[in-house]
Nanobody, 121 residues
Framework: QVQLVESGGGLVQAGGSLRLSCAAS????????MGWFRQTPGKERDFVAA?????SYADSVRGRVAISRDNAKKTVYLQMDNLKPQDTGVYYC?????????????????WGQGTQVTVSS
């Protein structure tokens, strides 16, 4: 079955950087769109970024975040720079079959367990 394993979260000061990774298995990676979503307590998961043959970003992170993928390693990355306290949350990696970039969580079939990102002010 499809498995997604995130890593790279942690505690960082405002203005700092983090690089999240998501290693995928059990899927033909090249044919999947990969996404990152953020969730805070009591709220729904918010779209952050997605990548297929193109990329899409939430307005709140555009210019500070870069999503990339290594198809040979079946891994997707999220480079986050100039982090802000409002970037705090659990970051989930998601995968959906097909190469249409979707920015809503209901469009994704597979999810990782999440990795915590905390940005202190």
């Amino acid at each position: 079955q499809v498995q997604l394993v995130e890593s790279g979260g942690g505690l960082v000061q405002a203005g700092g950087s983090l690089r999240l990774s998501c290693a995928a298995s059990g899927l033909f990676f090249n044919t999947y769109t990969m996404g990152w979503f953020r969730q805070t307590p009591g709220k729904e998961r918010d779209f952050v970024a997605a990548i297929s043959w193109t990329t899409s970003y939430a307005d709140s992170v555009r210019g500070r975040v870069a999503i990339s993928r290594d198809n040979a390693k079946k891994t997707v990355y999220l480079q986050m720079d100039n982090l802000k306290p409002q970037d705090t949350g659990v970051y989930y990696c998601a995968a959906r079959r097909g190469l249409s970039v979707i920015t809503t969580d209901v469009g994704y079939d597979n999810w990782g367990q999440g990795t915590q990102v905390t940005v202190s002010s």
